[in-house]
Nanobody, 125 residues
Framework: QVWLVESGGGLVQTGGSLKLSCIAS????????AGWFRQTPTKEREFVAS????????DYGDSVKGRFTISRDNAKNTTYLQMNSLKPEDTAVYYC??????????????????WGQGTQVAVSS
């Protein structure tokens, strides 16, 4: 079994920055593709970013390209999401996810079989 624990959410003003962390524990967690998604009460779960297990390939949703950066430190079993130039539209619950079946980046929620509990990000105008 794999456990994902997220932290780093909070309230920031427009144009500010936040860095989210996702610490994984369990068997061979370092070998999993990792991703970030976000969700609001009025929108379906939205893809944010994904990264391969070696960190060489990344993928981003169109709405966050150029502003967000996904990275990972396998020695610490941790995946990060650096969020810059935040906008009110970025307000959502952010979820960390991992896949034990896919080795390439993927934007489809159903391809991930492990999920964190979510952390709230709010951006004020």
């Amino acid at each position: 079994q794999v456990w994902l624990v997220e932290s780093g959410g909070g309230l920031v003003q427009t144009g500010g920055s936040l860095k989210l962390s996702c610490i994984a524990s369990g068997r061979t967690a370092y070998g999993y593709v990792a991703g970030w998604f976000r969700q609001t009460p009025t929108k379906e779960r939205e893809f944010v970013a994904s990264i391969t297990r070696d960190g060489q390939n990344t993928d981003y949703g169109d709405s966050v390209k150029g502003r967000f950066t996904i990275s990972r430190d396998n020695a610490k079993n941790t995946t990060y999401l650096q969020m810059n130039s935040l906008k009110p539209e970025d307000t959502a619950v952010y979820y960390c996810a991992a896949s034990s079946r896919f080795y390439g980046v993927t934007e489809i929620p159903g391809h991930y079989n492990y999920w964190g509990q979510g952390t709230q990000v709010a951006v004020s105008s």
